[in-house]
Structures are given as structure tokens and as C-alpha cells.
T-cell receptor
Framework: AQKVTQAQTEISVVEKEDVTLDCVYETRDTTYYLFWYKQPPSGELVFLIRRNSFDEQNEISGRYSWNFQKSTSSFNFTITASQVVDSAVYFCALSEAGYGGSQGNLIFGKGTKLSVKP | GAVVSQHPSRVICKSGTSVKIECRSLDFQATTMFWYRQFPKQSLMLMATSNEGSKATYEQGVEKDKFLINHASLTLSTLTVTSAHPEDSSFYIC??????????????FGEGSRLTVL
């Protein structure tokens, strides 16, 4: 069965601190995709990144970076020099590859609420 | 990028009435759309998979007669909450898969619809 675990329910940091959001996943599939989404207070989901299971290269996008480690089934997300605007709930999600039916739908973790204080 | 739009963004209704939420893919045709429900401070849970031209596939525990899903065209899926009750109050989010990215499983999310049943 697929499962995504975000052990950190809430994190509070002061602006300019670095923060890492943890994500651990379970799947029996050899091909799968991992995602991170941001949900600000307004509610919409903002896509941040997609990573396929064959690409373990870490990625950096501005202040955001992701560390994908298949050996530990983790896909952690780090925000460097956090800002108040980063305050949101962040969801990690897992998807099987494939076509049709329910394949491709996302299994979400419970989310981590990040509060960045000035 | 692909855009998915939901309407209405907020709706308040009396107990016993039915409410319809629309999900539209604005710049691509979506043969499959997904409906999620999010309780306050909780993760998104898949309710059903909406397939154009056929019956929706519901997740275990989701009442088909309560949550009617219609996917009449390649750009529109509707979720009707029938005889709504206060416990149906929630945030409902739809998503659609852009066929050009089908193999990756990437989904695009609507803005969400917050339903409050009095």
C-alpha cells in the first residue's frame, strides 16, 4: 500500500532561519512520482516540484531545495533563509505512474504547517 | 501552464439543500478529474475519480448517492452534494490531469470550494 508520512505537524521558525520539512513514503512500485505542494491560508494548492523515482539528483530552485533518497524512502524539502511569505501548509505526495482510472491520483501526507515569524 | 478553475469558491447553504461545485480545465481537455476533500487542518483525501463519459469511481467510504459526480465533457466535472448536512462542511478541491503530461502523473488543482452547511 502507498503511504506518505510527514511526521512534523507544525514547525515555527524565525525569519532567515533554514528549515527542513521531512517526508517519508512507502510504495511497492518501482516507478512512482513524488511531489511537494504549498497550501497558503487562501487554500489553493501550489505545485512546487515533481520528482520521478529514477532521478535521485537533488534539486535546488532559489531558496528551495529537495533531497531525494531512495535508500531511506525520503524526499525532504529545505527552505533556506525563510521568509514570512513561506508560512503555509506544505504537503508531500506520492503518485503511481500509469494511465487511466485512478492511476495518477495523489496520496498526500498530512501536511506540515510552517509558521515563519518576523 | 495548465489551469483548472473551480466555482464557487465559497458557498453557504441551509441543511437539506443540494450544492453543485464545478471544476473546469481551461486550456486542456481532461479525460480524468479527481475530487478531494479536506477537513480543517487535515490532509486531502481522494473522494472519487471522475471519468469523462462514464461513471465515477468512488473511494471506499464515500457515499455515491450523497456526492454525485458528473463528467459530461472533457473540460467540465461537477460535484453535487445532495441534501447537505453540517457534517458535509468542508473544503473540496478538484484536480485534472493534463494529457500532455499523462505519463508523469502530474495534476493541476483548482482553487478549492469551501462549503459551509448551516
Amino acid at each position: 500500500a502507498q503511504k506518505v508520512t510527514q511526521a512534523q505537524t507544525e514547525i515555527s521558525v524565525v525569519e532567515k532561519e533554514d528549515v527542513t520539512l521531512d517526508c517519508v513514503y512507502e510504495t511497492r512500485d518501482t516507478t512512482y512520482y513524488l511531489f511537494w505542494y504549498k497550501q497558503p491560508p487562501s487554500g489553493e494548492l501550489v505545485f512546487l516540484i515533481r520528482r520521478n523515482s529514477f532521478d535521485e539528483q537533488n534539486e535546488i530552485s532559489g531558496r528551495y531545495s529537495w533531497n531525494f533518497q531512495k535508500s531511506t524512502s525520503s524526499f525532504n524539502f529545505t527552505i533556506t533563509a525563510s521568509q514570512v511569505v513561506d508560512s503555509a501548509v506544505y504537503f508531500c505526495a506520492l503518485s503511481e505512474a500509469g494511465y487511466g482510472g485512478s492511476q495518477g491520483n495523489l496520496i498526500f501526507g498530512k501536511g506540515t504547517k510552517l509558521s515563519v515569524k518576523p | 501552464g495548465a489551469v483548472v478553475s473551480q466555482h464557487p469558491s465559497r458557498v453557504i447553504c441551509k441543511s437539506g439543500t443540494s450544492v453543485k461545485i464545478e471544476c473546469r480545465s481551461l486550456d486542456f481537455q481532461a479525460t480524468t478529474m479527481f475530487w478531494y476533500r479536506q477537513f480543517p487542518k487535515q490532509s486531502l483525501m481522494l473522494m472519487a475519480t471522475s471519468n469523462e463519459g462514464s461513471k465515477a469511481t468512488y473511494e471506499q467510504g464515500v457515499e455515491k448517492d450523497k456526492f454525485l459526480i458528473n463528467h459530461a465533457s472533457l473540460t467540465l466535472s461537477t460535484l453535487t452534494v445532495t441534501s447537505a448536512h453540517p457534517e458535509d462542511s468542508s473544503f473540496y478541491i478538484c484536480s485534472a490531469r493534463d494529457p500532455s503530461g499523462t505519463a508523469t502523473g502530474e495534476l493541476f488543482f483548482g482553487e478549492g470550494s469551501r462549503l459551509t452547511v448551516l
